[in-house]
């Protein structure tokens, strides 16, 4: 199995627009949605294994004055490729494309439940910040606030300040 992590481009949207669409408990995002997102600010990441899509992560980017921030909305992979690294593989490399954008840090909420998704993120050095009551629905469930922040030294060459 080849397992490729890339930019997602304008190609890719009815891809992924298929693969959210078939992810119980994701919102539905239109192609027109998914066409905005790659060709604006947000960072969208896709694996493939064999030419076929296995998952996706999508950060936006939060400008608030002198600062950048990303915010995780979503992370997906399909049921037959979980458990090989793919997760983890996503989240590196949209780690990298935040941190390359000038994000100080990136931010998340994961359900209270999702045992895996939250030891993805501590094994990536994110820590738990607070909780949010009855945030998810279908079924109700709490969302506990996660980020990761940037080592300030990487964020000033990138910016530059070397």
């Known amino acids: ?47 493939e294994t064999d030419g076929e899509v296995a998952g996706y992560a999508v950060a936006s980017l939060l400008r608030i004055p002198g600062e950048v921030v990303a915010e995780l909305e979503a992370i997906v992979v399909t049921p037959s490729h979980r458990r090989n690294g793919l997760g983890n593989g996503l989240l590196r490399y949209l780690l990298a494309e935040a941190q390359a ?10 359900r209270t439940g999702n045992g895996a998704a939250r030891a993805l993120y501590q094994g990536l050095g994110f820590q738990e910040e607070g909780l949010r009551r009855r945030y998810y629905r279908d079924p109700v469930e709490d969302a506990v606030l996660m980020s990761l922040q940037f080592p300030q030294e990487a964020v000033a060459v990138e910016k530059g300040q070397e």
């Open 1 to 47: 199995m080849a397992n490729v992590i890339r930019r997602a481009e304008e190609r890719d949207a009815a891809s992924l627009q298929h693969l959210q669409a078939a992810t119980p408990g994701m919102p539905e995002w239109t192609q027109v949605h998914w066409l905005g997102l790659l060709s604006g600010d947000a960072i969208v990441v896709i694996a």
């Open 101 to 110: 954008a000038g994000a100080i840090r990136l931010m998340l909420e994961v």
